[in-house]
């Protein structure tokens, strides 16, 4: 009853209180900006360990009329909190289908693969797997297409159950990646249990990786986990060619940052490719 009569006092103080109508505008302008389809997905190149683009990453834009383009750092949060990013990412599955099928019909586009993030509280709906499969057979979207990046704090809620999610999305060809890799509840007991074909190495381990002794440790740990275990390791964030260089020494194969590619349109992600292809 104590903690309870401490959080009431709380809300009627005034500060606090601002943060709440600020959440609850915010919250507001996303419904809205849902409603009237200001959200867009923009595209991140993902390449091989000769530099040829194998797929993207889908990253979520939202186009504020009076803001302008407003990153996904000002607004997940607060969406996974709404309880928004339920029928957000949803959104965000449907449209990256659409975008597959859309390569599916050109040649040089149809072997792509399309990375999409998925937040922990939308894969933690009962009917995430149906809904994911519903996506893909509305579409016509290929499954084997399509990654779901998950992180590592989506075990911290019913385990069992995540990786049953899991294996069903891969038994259908879905892959899923484990996207901030070391950065959050890593646990390596779970980490052998889960159906996954990929790591994804965090960008705070990526930027010092020349200098920083300790970072190129955990870095060349986790590609020598990755190995061993049959995955996949793709480093995010890489800047400079000293850093690919460094990671590919190091036996990373897969690499995804602004040194290959910042988030762009579809259309301009497309047409990379289309340009890459006629010379
Ligand atoms: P993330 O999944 O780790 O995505 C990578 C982030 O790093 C993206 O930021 C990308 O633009 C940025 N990035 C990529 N390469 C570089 C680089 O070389 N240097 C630097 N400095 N940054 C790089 P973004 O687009 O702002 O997204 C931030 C986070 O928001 C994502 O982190 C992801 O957790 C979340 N997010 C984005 N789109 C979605 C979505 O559709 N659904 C959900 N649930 N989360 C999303
Ligand atoms: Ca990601
Ligand atoms: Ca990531
Ligand atoms: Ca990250």
């Not at 091989?48 to 302008?68: N, V």
């Amino acid at each position: 009853a104590k903690a309870n009569g401490r959080n009431t006092m709380c809300f009627f103080d005034p500060a606090m209180q601002a943060v709440v109508s600020a959440r609850a505008a915010l919250d507001g302008d996303l419904r809205l900006a849902l409603a009237q389809r200001h959200f867009e997905l923009h595209y991140q190149p993902q390449v091989d360990a000769e530099g040829r683009i194998t797929g993207a990453e889908a990253l979520l834009r939202w186009q504020h009329p009076q803001r302008g383009m407003v990153a996904p750092a000002e607004f997940i949060g607060a969406a996974e909190s709404s309880g928004l990013i339920v029928p957000l990412g949803a959104w965000v599955l449907e449209q990256a289908c659409a975008r597959l099928v859309a390569w599916q019909q050109q040649p040089r586009l149809a072997q792509l693969s399309l990375s999409v993030n998925v937040s922990p509280r939308q894969f933690h709906q009962p009917d995430f797997v149906e809904q994911a499969m519903a996506a893909l057979a509305r579409s016509g979207a290929d499954p084997r297409r399509l990654k779901l990046e998950l992180t590592e704090s989506l075990l911290l809620d019913d385990v069992e159950a995540s990786i049953e999610k899991m294996s069903r999305l891969n038994a259908a060809g879905v892959g899923i990646s484990l996207d901030d890799f070391g950065t959050g509840y890593s646990s390596l007991t779970y980490l052998k249990r889960l159906p996954i074909y990929q790591l994804k190495i965090d960008r705070s381990f990526v930027r010092d990786i020349v200098t920083s002794p300790a970072d190129a440790a955990i870095t060349r740990t986790i590609l020598t986990l990755a190995d061993s275990m049959g995955l996949s390791a793709m480093a995010e964030g890489v800047e400079t060619e000293e850093q690919r260089h460094f990671l590919n020494r190091q036996g990373c194969r897969a690499y995804q940052g602004y040194l290959f590619g910042k988030p762009v349109t579809a259309q301009q992600f497309e047409q990379q490719l289309l340009d890459v292809a006629s010379m």
